[in-house]
């Protein structure tokens, strides 16, 4: 099984800055590394909606409309983390921010294409 941890949410103005982190443990060797990574989203009355990806070098990387030029996803294949850089960040970036583990080396964009989710950490925009 893997674990998957997010940090680094919080408050912050409309405009500002946030670093979400992602940590994975357990058996990561050919379940995390060899994978493409993601970040989701959920806000109150609405579904998971997919935020960003990418495939398992980093090479490809795939992002929502709503948060493309804004946001960016990277990750460290060696310490096993993602992360995700949200600037600009608007009322609308509110939700709680899950990282997820694909089920292929690709940055799948479908939730149903991931297999491990992390509990998600909490990120609220106040205009």
């Known amino acids: 099984q893997v674990q998957l941890r997010e940090s680094g949410g919080g408050l912050v103005q409309a405009g500002g800055s946030l670093t979400l982190s992602c940590a994975a443990s357990?058996?990561?060797?050919?379940?995390?590394?060899?994978?493409?990574l993601g970040w989701f989203r959920q806000s109150p009355g609405k579904e998971r909606e997919f935020v960003a990806a990418?495939?398992?070098?980093?090479?490809?990387?795939n992002y929502a409309e709503s948060v493309k030029g804004r946001f960016t996803i990277s990750r460290d294949n060696v310490r096993n983390t993602l992360n995700l850089q949200m600037d600009d960040l608007q009322p609308e970036d509110t939700a709680v921010y899950y990282c997820?583990?694909?089920?292929?080396?690709?940055?799948?964009?479908?939730?149903?294409?991931?297999?491990?989710w992390g509990q998600g950490t909490q990120v609220t925009v106040s205009s």
């Open positions: 990418i495939s398992w070098r980093g090479e490809s990387k």
């Open positions: 357990g058996r990561t060797g050919r379940t995390v590394s060899n994978n493409g």
């Open positions: 997820a583990v694909a089920r292929s080396s690709y940055a799948s964009t479908g939730r149903r294409d991931y297999q491990y």
